[in-house]
């Protein structure tokens, strides 16, 4: 028996086409073009949910989450979910998702690097991939998939990599889940580390800082003038600042502004490591919070939901050194 798949279309370059001189811009028929799509059928029963159709630029992460909202409604009805989205922020859609969701049923996430009319067009073969891979049994109970150009990512490790490639999605460091082949859907390993926060609110006041060389103190302070919760900071290497942030760093600090400590490398974690004024080491005595290997844009949406769900900064960083310092 087929199974029975939602398919929401929440916009991005897969529902978009080439207008001329106008660019690629928006169009209304990708729903129509689905319903007729004969692939499609043969893989499952596919219902289509119109429910977006913005660039994924426009997402913002309360956007996100009402997303994730009605996944997790929708998908009392369904065997499986599948969401077509903007590449740009499809890794953060995704991954505010998995962590949000309360289902183990699939929920995949894809997307298009070309839009409609152009040569060697991805989007309805990653569509029927996306479908294949929530109608295999084997998904069931991975997180939230995403899958793109026959490769299946789970949303915690996918990045979007390259600008224009079709293989943009990569999971560096750790490559993909799986494969979506003619005949089969093939999972090559597992996923060992999940993370959940389930929260009925997102607290949005979160900011994310890329340290750079030289940089002084000017975004710290704005962030904590402004009124944020958390500052996710970027940083070098391993986690480590020039020692010129720390009076910043301090002064966040000290109005219970939780400051994390990201890298803005491709992969690996971060670790008290370096024991310099500034260094990982260093950052974490002070009462910094290392982010392990997650990213800056995936922890910042996870303080955003720990935020929402708790409230009070000490719970949120006794929550945070408990998953990410792992000690
Ligand atoms: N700018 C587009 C978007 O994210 C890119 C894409 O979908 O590939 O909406």
């Not at 183990?104 to 891979?133: C, E, H, W, Y």
Request: with cysteine.
């Amino acid at each position: 028996m087929k199974n029975h798949i939602l398919l929401i279309m929440t916009g991005g370059t897969i529902s978009m086409k080439n207008a001329g001189k106008l660019g690629v811009v928006p169009s209304s028929e990708l729903a129509d073009f689905l319903q007729q799509f004969p692939q499609l059928d043969s893989v499952a029963n596919v219902q289509v949910m119109d429910y977006l159709n913005v660039p994924s630029p426009y997402m913002t992460p309360q956007m996100m989450f009402d997303l994730a909202k009605l996944i997790d409604t929708k998908i009392l009805d369904y065997d499986g979910v599948v969401i077509t989205h903007g590449t740009d922020t499809l890794e953060e859609s995704a991954f505010l998702a998995d962590l949000v969701l309360t289902t183990r049923k699939p929920v995949v996430f894809t997307a298009a690097m070309r839009s409609g009319g152009d040569l060697g067009l991805d989007g309805p073969r990653n569509i029927v991939g996306g479908v294949r891979v929530a109608s295999n049994t084997e998904s069931f109970d991975k997180g939230v998939l995403v899958v793109m150009n026959d490769e299946i990512h789970t949303a915690r490790d996918v990045v979007k990599f390259d600008t224009g490639k079709l293989g943009a999605f990569t999971s560096p460091g750790l490559g993909p889940l799986g494969i979506v082949d003619p005949d089969m859907v093939i999972y090559h390993r597992e996923s060992l580390y999940r993370e959940n926060v389930w929260t009925e609110a997102l607290d949005t006041r979160v900011d994310l800082i890329k340290a750079v060389s030289g940089m002084d103190g000017r975004y710290i302070d704005c962030s904590i003038e402004s009124g944020c919760r958390a500052i996710v900071i970027e940083a070098f290497g391993r986690g480590n600042l020039p020692k010129d942030l720390l009076p910043h760093v301090q002064k966040a600090l000290d109005q219970n502004v939780l400051v994390v400590i990201a890298s803005r490398t491709h992969t690996g974690r971060v670790l008290p490591e370096y024991g310099y004024e500034g260094g990982g080491k260093d950052l974490r005595d002070l009462g910094c919070i290392l982010a392990g290997d997650l990213k800056g844009i995936k922890i910042r949406l996870k303080l955003m939901a720990l935020f929402g769900k708790y409230d009070d900064a000490d719970t949120v960083r006794r929550f945070l050194k408990q998953s990410h310092e792992m000690e």
